[in-house]
Nanobody, 121 residues
């Protein structure tokens, strides 16, 4: 099972930026797909962004144009660059190593530990 370790996150004001990283225990470019999820208090975990082994990226409508997911070869990470942050982006963010079946992302049991992102108004 792939081990994932997250870093980044924290507290930022509205309009600010943060970058999250998800480091894998195996070559990141060998993983079929990696996704970032988030879970706000009292809400279900939602898929935010994903990237496939062929560098196809997908985004939730709520973050498209503000967030960018990328794979970083040197660091062996999948990063989530978050710009123009809003209070509604406040959540615990998790990365996951999974796969795609057609257009559906299939999460595996390999999750990062979670990282708090708080956007103040």
């Amino acid at each position: 099972q792939v081990q994932l370790v997250q870093s980044g996150g924290g507290l930022v004001q509205t309009g600010g930026s943060l970058r999250l990283s998800c480091q894998a225990s195996i070559r990141i470019f060998s993983i079929n797909a990696v996704a970032w999820y988030r879970q706000a208090p009292g809400k279900q975990r939602e898929l935010v962004a994903s990237i496939t082994i062929r560098d196809t990226t997908r985004y939730a409508d709520s973050v498209r144009g503000r967030f960018t997911i990328s794979r970083e070869k040197v660091k062996n990470t999948v990063d989530l660059q978050m710009n123009s942050l809003k209070p509604e982006d406040t959540a615990v963010y998790y990365c996951n190593a999974g796969s795609y079946s057609g257009s559906d992302y299939l999460p595996s049991t390999s999750w990062g530990q979670g990282t708090q992102v708080t956007v103040s108004s």
